[in-house]
């Protein structure tokens, strides 16, 4: 199994662009989350998806959308990339909502100009 | 609003010795605390969690202990190793609420 997997690894975005990052897993778990990491911070909730066709906000999901595709994909949506979106985005899932193991995606590293 | 923190910033241990990382927490109202490690270049990797009724709980070299009375948490390492180095996050869950909030995290070092 390969787990959680995020593309891009890396990317570099001017401010007002847009971007999609991607996540999958292959574990069939139900629930989904969007992380963002800031330097010496941990880490913050942006959205997440309890389940297949639901998706709800974290602590800080102003500038971003959220698609659950499927049981597998899990994809955040920047409409308008502004410079405090610089950050490490980081994909988790677990097998049901209120499981304390996450697993963690290797993150993507945004740049925002 | 509530918050996680941490005691330390980094940790330098030497090898083989013990490693305590600290953690206080301030919501009353957590149900759940739960110890992470984040390796360089990785993403968070789950060691341990304990429940607000437990005092203590013991995993594969790894021991939490959570003493109510004064909002601490605190992960013990056992012989630590070069594979130990790390960041290390608690975190805490309401029971019923899908949201961890992360702590700041611990940078352990360990000195061969």
């Known amino acids: 199994n390969a787990g959680v997997t995020q593309t891009p690894k890396f990317q570099v975005l001017k401010t007002g662009q847009s971007m999609t990052l991607q996540c999958a897993q292959d574990?069939?778990?139900?629930?989904m989350y969007w992380y963002r990491q800031d330097p010496g911070m941990g880490l913050r909730l942006i959205y997440y998806?309890?389940?297949?066709?639901?998706?709800d906000k974290g602590e800080v999901p102003n500038g971003y959308n959220v698609s659950r595709l499927n049981k597998r994909e899990f994809s955040l949506r920047l409409e308008s990339a502004a410079p405090s979106q610089t950050s490490v985005y980081f994909c988790?899932?677990?097998?049901?909502?209120?499981?304390?193991?996450?697993?963690f995606g290797p993150g993507t590293r945004l740049t925002v100009l | 609003g509530e918050s996680v923190g941490l005691h330390l910033p980094t940790l330098s241990v030497q090898e083989g010795d013990n490693s305590i990382i600290n953690c206080a927490y301030s919501?009353?109202?957590?149900?759940?605390f739960i110890w992470y490690k984040q390796e360089s270049g990785k993403g968070p990797q789950f060691i341990i969690d304990?429940?607000?009724?437990?005092d203590k709980r013991q995993g594969q070299r790894v021991t939490v202990l959570l003493n109510k009375t004064v909002k601490h948490l605190s992960l013990q390492i056992a012989a630590t190793q070069p594979g130990d180095s790390a960041v290390y996050f608690c975190?805490?869950?309401?029971?019923?609420?899908?949201?961890?909030?992360f702590g700041t995290g611990t940078r352990l070092t360990i000195i061969p």
């Open positions: 998806s309890a389940s297949e066709g639901t998706t």
């Open positions: 574990m069939n778990h139900n629930s």
């Open positions: 304990i429940r607000s009724n437990m």
């Open positions: 919501n009353s109202a957590s149900d759940y």
């Open positions: 988790a899932s677990t097998l049901d909502r209120g499981d304390n193991e996450q697993f």
């Open positions: 975190a805490e869950r309401v029971f019923g609420n899908e949201k961890l909030t």
